[in-house]
């Protein structure tokens, strides 16, 4: 597993139980040398968070390779060590736990470094952070997930695959959505290695496999001299290829992203014909095609009613819709550095649908893709109204999940503080619905 760059880790975060009580709250502190250490040089480290608590530098406990240490055994421990490439787990007392929510957590953590002079000791590593405590409420009615597509240029890069389960993992999350050909190593044939250890992480993280994202390339040829769209049987062989290893893999929905012709998203003519032929394999395997219903399409279009007069006609329970939440957007996205206004897409602006408008479609929405772009240290989400869409969803009945989709700013490791945020916010708004 790889590690954040900050020392305060965000994975990790969270309230710990003695019997029926919360006795205090634990972070995960990355070692900040260039080297990993004997743990009897741990000189303490002191934590404070915001105005709630403020301990001093021998109150926490230590734990590493799954054994607890007061800071004095640390001091007369043999042979304990703090590897480079492992969190240490700071336990702190404090009776009750801290609230749900976002906390300014500051460490000043002491090493002691052999190899410096004395008069320079300790080694004083100071950090403050901003960090959202893992999520306590139950959520109400709903299950929830989160999109790999979440952590987008940070996966490959700084996460990989099992520490980005890890993360969603500790969020209190049960599902984990996909995108084929970007998670997926050796796609679309990977090995069985990697299968194997596909399924071994989702046993060590308690995670199940929920929709998996594919893609219809209709453009596939659309260069040189011999450019054509895609031919309806070819969309349905590269429909048909992803619903069997999405099976494989044990995913329940697939998501085709068709290609599309306009600028309201409306799909490829060849995409009746490519999901029709792919109907009674999906219901072989028991696997749900739905395609998104995404800004800048509304509810109210002729995208979504094309679908819905596919379901009617083939009576088919093996085609349902999926809802991406960006479609409730009533506030712009930031301009991007160097970003002039007028010169992006219109819908970046957000389309303001009415989460009341879910009613007119609830019974065919499979799935919800909980798209946001940024939560900020008061957990208010900036674009996306959460307590009226959740609203909508719980009276329409909706008890499915919902799958974080994370598209705002990709500074390395962000994603994984703003899914914990939207985890505890709409988990707390979901909860709280009469």
Excluded at 203 to 210: D, F, G, N, S, V
Excluded at 313 to 325: E, V
Excluded at 403 to 421: F, K, L, N
Aim: with cysteine; glycine share 8%; aromatic share 8%.
């Amino acid at each position: 597993m790889l590690l954040e760059r900050d020392l305060i880790q965000a994975v990790g975060f969270r309230n710990v139980r003695d019997g029926d009580g919360v006795t205090g709250f634990q972070l995960r502190i990355r070692m900040p040398s260039y080297r990993g250490m004997a743990a009897s040089l741990v000189d303490g480290i002191s934590v404070r968070v915001g105005d709630l608590v403020d301990v001093p530098a021998d109150a926490p406990l230590w734990t590493f390779a799954g054994r607890t240490y007061t800071l004095q055994q640390l001091w007369d421990s043999d042979g304990v060590r703090w590897p480079l490439e492992e969190a240490a787990v700071v336990t702190v007392p404090f009776a009750g736990g801290l609230p749900e929510g976002t906390h300014e957590v500051s460490i000043e953590l002491r090493l002691r470094m052999s190899y410096i002079p004395q008069e320079h000791q300790p080694s004083t590593y100071r950090e403050t952070r901003h960090i959202t405590l893992s999520p306590q409420a139950d959520g109400g009615p709903f299950q929830y997930g989160v999109s790999l597509y979440s952590y987008m240029t940070d996966y490959g890069t700084v996460l990989d695959l099992e520490t980005a389960l890890a993360a969603v993992a500790d969020v209190g999350a049960t599902g984990i959505e996909i995108l084929g050909e970007g998670h997926i190593e050796g796609y679309p044939s990977p090995s069985s290695a990697w299968i194997d250890r596909w399924f071994a992480l989702l046993e060590k993280y308690a995670l199940e496999p929920t929709n998996y994202g594919s893609w219809i390339d209709t453009r596939l040829h659309s260069s040189g001299v011999h450019a054509r769209d895609l031919t309806a049987a070819e969309g349905a062989d590269i429909l048909q290829r992803d619903l069997r290893l999405a099976k494989t893999l044990g995913f329940r929905f697939v998501r085709p992203k068709i290609g599309v012709v306009s600028s309201d998203l409306i799909p490829h003519p060849i995409w009746t014909e490519s999901v029709e032929r792919s109907l009674d394999l999906a219901a072989e395997l028991d696997v749900v095609i739905c395609p998104e219903i995404h800004s800048p399409t509304p509810i109210k279009h002729e995208v979504v009613d094309d679908y819905i007069g596919l379901i009617e006609r083939t009576g088919t329970k093996h085609f349902g819709l999926l809802l991406d939440t960006g479609i409730f957007q009533d506030r712009p996205i930031p301009l991007r550095p160097g970003e002039l206004p007028g010169r992006r897409p219109a819908f970046l602006d957000g389309i303001g649908v009415d989460p009341a408008d879910i009613a007119d479609i609830a019974k065919y929405v499979v799935f919800i893709q909980a798209k946001f772009h940024d939560i900020d240290e008061n957990q208010e989400d900036q674009q996306i109204p959460w307590e009226p869409v959740l609203r909508a969803l719980k009276d329409s009945g909706y008890t499915g999940y919902l799958s974080s989709e994370y598209e705002g700013e990709r500074a390395p490791w962000r994603s994984i503080e703003q899914v914990r945020r939207q985890h505890s916010l709409i988990r707390r708004i979901a909860g709280g619905l009469d």
